[in-house]
């Protein structure tokens, strides 16, 4: 058989982040090389799981390295450096390689990286040279021309929330195989100055639904292999942010691809008001929570979006809450001085402290509660949901305290909403509850999206603002696309590097 190589680089950088990418950060995620990578995935429903699940009975995987952090600013060029260079060790270990499938994020920065991915492709190619790379990118992906034309196919996820994460590393790896048995591929790339928020990148709503129709339409072409839309990442004050269009055509159909490009472009352009949002301040929010007759009410921290890098310890919708003393609301939140103290006095002690708001000055002020410890835990689940399904996360040492009828959850590690277990690991039915605050945008729904009676999605304060303008940048998102040149078929010769 043929051996296929796998590895990933995945990080959603919000530039605007005072919450860097440590080396720790990768750490707890995910910093795993050789046959730690096959044993961390095999069986679960992420991109790598869906690699391993396509390549079965087709080639021999051969995992190489895979790093992951949860959402946060850049890393230190240090850290970055590191992960490219474990990356190429792995690969120079591994002898000759038919094949390469990537797992990267598409809107990575790091220090002394503007372009991770494209920096990623740059070293795979130093070592592997002309071997065919099929690469998955996220949905809110930045790729650059430059990243795109270093691959022979590059494919992102058609959900928001994803959910789809399995199923486009499974067909990512059976792209690579229809190259392996001589389909010559290239890919195209368009891109527009477009920064959205991602109220408005939900796949299941106009506008986003309405193209992704569009683009499973064009998939059927002559020509045409693959086509992806992403919205992109507008949290990052990098030139390649904004709209992306990705189509993989056949080398040959240019023509073909370009139509489509053009085509999709302009249906995006037709519709750029529809990623216009405006939404209501946490006083006016809370209000209707309390009103609202259906419960339970998730409202959304749509600034302090865990999932986009924000700092997780926003204060504005907590500080509402107790001041309107809403009865059997839920809000977790990241403190990891407050979790390490509470743990300390332990279940049943009276506790009085100051709680969020201590990464930057961007999420609202410290608030004081009193209330007395509930529960102490380590913070380990394992999800069953949607995102990932089958991974094990951690909250590091997380508290539940109880403030009159308000559970807070007060984690150690900045953990995003994506999972139901972050409450009922604890020992919280989220559908017993009378308001759910979910520190993110759309992601979250992949938790609670079902139980969800009311949606109220917050315009509150942090790095991650429903319009994303309201950001002071340095560069300005650019309209670009690939020529023959960014695109051009690379040799299959038989003495290509191995």
């Known amino acids: 058989m043929t051996r296929v190589g796998i590895a990933g680089l995945w990080h959603e950088t919000n530039t605007y982040s005072a919450r860097l ?11 795993l090389s050789g046959e730690a990578v096959r044993t961390r995935h095999a069986g679960t429903r992420t991109v ?27 890393a230190p060029r240090e850290i970055a450096d590191e992960l490219l260079g474990r990356l190429r060790d792995q690969l120079a270990a591994a002898g000759q390689l ?44 930045n790729p650059s021309l430059e990243f795109v034309a270093g691959c022979d196919a590059v494919i992102a996820y058609d959900t928001y929330p994803h959910v789809d994460m399995w199923e486009r590393g499974r067909e990512a ?10 389909r010559r591929l290239r890919s195209h790339v ?28 064009a998939r059927g072409r002559p020509g045409i292999a693959r086509v992806s839309l992403l919205p992109g990442f507008a949290y990052s004050d990098v030139q390649r942010a904004g709209f992306s269009v990705l189509v993989v055509a056949d080398d040959g159909a240019d023509n073909e ?88 006095l332990g279940a049943g002690a009276s506790i009085g402290v100051e709680v969020g708001g201590k990464t930057d000055d961007l999420h609202g002020e410290p608030v004081p509660i009193s209330g007395v410890v509930e529960r102490v835990s380590d913070g380990r689940y ?66 609670f999206g079902d139980i969800a009676r009311v949606v109220i999605e917050v315009d509150t304060p942090g790095v991650c603002p429903i319009d994303p303008r309201a950001l002071p940048r340095t560069t300005a998102p650019v309209r670009a696309r690939s020529t023959p040149s960014h695109s051009r078929p690379r040799s299959r010769s038989a003495d290509r590097p191995r």
């Open 190 to 217: 368009a891109k527009l100055p477009l920064l959205t928020s991602p109220l408005a990148q939900g796949s299941e709503q106009p506008p986003m639904r309405d193209l992704l129709g569009l683009a499973a339409a």
């Open 382 to 447: 394992r999800t069953s949901g949607t995102w990932m399904t089958g991974r094990e996360f951690s909250m590091g040492t997380t508290v539940v305290i109880r403030c009159h009828e308000l559970r807070l959850v007060v984690m150690e590690r900045v953990t995003p909403p994506f999972h139901r277990e972050q409450l009922t690991s604890l020992g919280i039915d989220p559908a017993a509850c009378s308001v759910i605050v979910a520190k993110g945008a759309i992601a979250w729904r992949s938790a």
């Open 257 to 344: 691809a370009h139509v489509v490009l053009d085509e999709l472009t302009a249906a995006v352009e037709a519709r750029a008001e529809g990623f216009a949002v405006s939404r209501p301040s946490p006083a006016e929010a809370v209000r209707r929570a309390a009103a609202a007759p259906a419960r339970p009410v998730v409202l959304a921290d749509v600034a302090d979006n865990i999932g986009g890098g924000s700092a997780g310890d926003g204060t504005a919708l907590l500080a509402e809450l107790l001041a309107q003393q809403v009865d059997g609301a839920v809000m977790a939140i990241a403190d990891p001085q407050v979790a390490r103290m509470a743990a300390r």
């Open 21 to 31: 990418a440590t080396r720790r950060s990768f750490e707890e995620f995910e910093l």
């Open 48 to 74: 790598m799981g869906g690699f391993i699940d396509g390549c079965a009975g087709r080639q021999d995987v051969v995992p190489l390295f895979s790093a992951g952090a949860w959402p946060a600013g850049p």
């Open 98 to 141: 038919d094949g390469l499938l990537l797992n990267l994020h598409g809107a990575m920065v790091g220090g002394g990286h503007p372009d991770m991915e494209r920096d990623v492709v740059h070293e795979v190619r130093s070592v592997v040279g002309d071997t065919p790379v099929v690469a998955v990118l996220d949905l809110h992906g």
């Open 173 to 182: 790896a059976r792209l690579l195989a229809t190259v392996l048995a001589g």
